[in-house]
């Protein structure tokens, strides 16, 4: 590992964003905003509670090579919220 | 700079692609582009920068609007019968988009004003009717070093071209040369012109402003674009800087100041 790489290991950053209410495409538009403002190797979670952005967002974040889907997982089981994690690629 | 939830609404379906993003948004918010004719041509290259985002645009036009401007220019109106165009456009494109800043320059450009107007423009589109305005357009930005891009219109044809002076690429005067007289019954109003084929050539030209601020994509340069829409066309024809041109070859004179363009023989 480089130095520089050791060096933006240290520094990772996780940003997280709520965008409960929108609605595709806007899921992805504000996923996007919030990716740019990263560096790779950053994390991002997004909380959400369009269903279908669940597809979506990794569908179009893998198309436009922006982010790699670490793990999707239900927040407070029964209320159709989830919390999307993603690393900047 | 940060986006407002309105802009972000308003430019989603662009920042949505991947050429442009929240950070190529914000470059065309940045942009300076101006445009020279606000006829058929230039009247969807203004509203769809506008509409676009390009944050500054100039327009520059003298002329007035009439009757017979109605079926191509879409910008202006029945009601703006006899309005100056750039006020008819500023009204329009002001509606459309408020968040565009225009400046209207409501003179004819001409070789005594065309560097102050076009100066600090990170690109021109040139959309007036007539050669001499093309051949001072592209004369002036050559001089300046902005990228432009400069079409035509005739019956069912167009034609479309982009020139980067700063990579040395063919421009206007390397295919046309020297216009010494201008050729009789080739305007508009003598050999007639289908009112969307500027339409189309203009959204084409709106294209290289766009494509060349966000650097994406390929221009039309070292080639013209044909378009014959009797014939379902379009055709990319390749050109070549000519190394004697007098505008852009390797010994290029200053023609802004000494060129005649004989801009008043432009037939009103």
Not at chain 1, 23 to 40: G, H, Q, S, W
Not at chain 2, 87 to 101: G, H, I, Q
Not at chain 2, 149 to 157: D, K, M, N, P, Y
């Amino acid at each position: 590992m480089s130095i520089k790489d050791m060096n933006n290991s240290k520094e990772q950053i996780m940003k997280q964003i709520d965008i409960r209410g929108k609605v595709c495409p806007m899921t992805f538009v504000y996923t996007k905003l919030a990716l740019e403002e990263l560096d790779a190797g950053d994390l991002l979670e997004v909380l959400l509670d369009f269903p279908a952005a669940l597809e979506n967002i990794p569908k179009n974040c893998k198309r436009q090579n922006l982010a790699e889907v670490l793990e999707i997982k239900e927040k407070n089981a029964g209320k159709d919220e989830w919390i999307l994690k993603l690393m900047k690629l | 700079m940060k986006l407002t939830e309105e802009q972000i609404n308003r430019y989603s379906r662009q920042i949505v692609l991947k050429e442009i993003g929240g950070i190529g948004q914000k470059k065309l918010l940045k942009s300076k582009v101006s445009l020279v004719g606000l006829g058929a041509l230039g009247s969807p290259v203004a509203y769809y920068l506008v509409a676009a985002g390009i944050g500054n645009l100039k327009i520059i036009d003298y002329d007035s609007v009439e009757i017979s401007n109605l079926h191509r220019q879409i910008l202006h109106f029945t009601e703006d019968i006899n309005r100056k165009k750039t006020e008819s456009a500023f009204k329009k494109l002001n509606l459309l988009n408020p968040d565009c800043n225009i400046e209207i320059i409501p003179e004819r450009i001409t070789p005594d004003n065309s560097k102050e107007i076009l100066r600090n423009s990170d690109f021109v589109v040139e959309g007036s009717d007539n050669f001499p305005t093309k051949m001072l357009v592209n004369d002036t930005c050559i001089n300046l070093n902005i990228p432009f891009t400069i079409a035509g219109v005739l019956r069912f044809h167009g034609q479309i071209m982009t020139t980067v002076p700063n990579e040395k690429t063919a421009c206007y005067r390397c295919i046309f040369g020297e216009i010494v007289d201008f050729p009789s019954g080739m305007s508009c109003s003598q050999a007639g012109v289908i009112g969307l084929i500027p339409g189309i050539i203009g959204c084409l030209e709106a294209n290289e402003a766009i494509k060349c601020i966000l650097k994406v994509g390929d221009l039309i340069i070292n080639k013209i674009m044909y378009v014959d829409l009797l014939r379902n066309t379009f055709n990319l024809v390749d050109i070549k800087r000519d190394e004697n041109c007098i505008a852009c070859g390797d010994n290029p004179r200053d023609l802004v100041k000494t060129y005649n363009y004989r801009i008043e023989d432009v037939c009103q």
